[in-house]
């Protein structure tokens, strides 16, 4: 005999669902999903070359703050530091001097005997030291300068610490209770920063002396030598005074400090083609970044 009793409740309201299909709700986070899974490679992408980018950024915004308040604690400074310091500096100096001296040469007698000439043809020979001032010394000069400081003395100590830490002698001094950043960094920044000071102020007087030597066999400038450097004086502000040499050792800190961190934070994967050409860059950046900043602020 045939049980023609209706089914219980919870059988009905089972059968109904399943008559309606899924809820709205699930097929719309389905869809959801299914997109989120279509972008996710190259979502992720972005992530990756985004924290790359920022990392360095952070590491060289917090490797500052380091370097400066290690500086002023005086148990910092012990004779390993205090040679490493020295050593740094007079390689950044000694070895940077001619290529400085080279280079400032060169920059006289473009920038100086030509804007001497053709003010002197404009009348206006009395805007010359204001011009030399605003072109050569306050932008010219720190870029040239942390180029030579990058590509002189940057590149060596990057050579020098990424290898170190390929060879694993940083490992060998934190074993021995050595802090790398206090045996390495922190001594060859001050130097760089040292070294970029005394390297810029040499640039902008022998590339003003050696203008003055060629606008003044050429006719263009007939005062004496005296005469042309106090008006150069004259036309410099009382910021000048201050952002000048700011400058220099700003450019000297950030190349010293990048090409440090850069060589320090190598991976093993890392290899002389790879860490050379990366630091370059980061170098030429920070100068070209340190004076793209001054010039929006004055």
Not at 21 to 37: F, H, M, W
């Amino acid at each position: 005999m045939t049980d023609t009793s209706p089914p219980p409740p919870e059988q009905q309201a089972s059968g109904m669902l399943a008559q309606m299909g899924p809820p709205e709700d699930s097929k719309d986070t389905g869809r959801v999903a299914t997109l989120i899974g279509r972008f996710a490679p190259w979502l992720a992408a972005i992530g990756r070359l985004t924290r790359h980018q920022v990392r360095f950024t952070l590491l060289l915004i917090g490797a500052g703050w380091g370097t400066l308040r290690e500086s002023l604690r005086p148990n910092s400074w012990r004779r390993p530091v205090i040679y490493e310091f020295r050593a740094t500096l007079r390689q950044v100096i000694g070895g940077g001097f001619l290529s400085i001296v080279v280079t400032a040469t060169l920059a006289g007698l473009m920038v100086v005997s030509q804007a001497a000439y053709w003010l002197g043809y404009a009348g206006m020979a009395q805007m010359t030291g204001s011009i030399l001032v605003s072109v050569l010394v306050r932008e010219i000069a720190p870029i040239l300068v942390g180029i030579i400081l990058m590509g002189r003395s940057g590149m060596l100590s990057l050579t020098e610490i990424g290898m170190m830490v390929l060879g694993g002698e940083v490992r060998g001094l934190q074993a021995r209770g050595i802090d790398p950043f206090l045996a390495l960094v922190m001594p060859r920044t001050f130097a760089f920063t040292v070294g970029g000071f005394t390297l810029g102020m040499i640039f902008a007087v022998v590339s003003l002396l050696m203008g003055f030597v060629v606008a003044h066999a050429s006719g263009a400038i007939t005062s004496s030598v005296w005469t042309f450097f106090f008006n150069v004086l004259v036309a410099m502000t009382t910021w000048d005074y201050l952002i000048i040499p700011l400058k220099f050792v700003l450019v000297g800190f950030f190349v010293g400090l990048g090409a440090c961190i850069s060589g320090l934070t190598v991976s093993s994967n890392d290899t002389m083609a790879t860490i050379m050409p990366r630091g370059f860059a980061r170098g030429i950046m920070l100068v070209l970044v340190v004076n793209i900043l001054f010039m929006l602020d004055f």
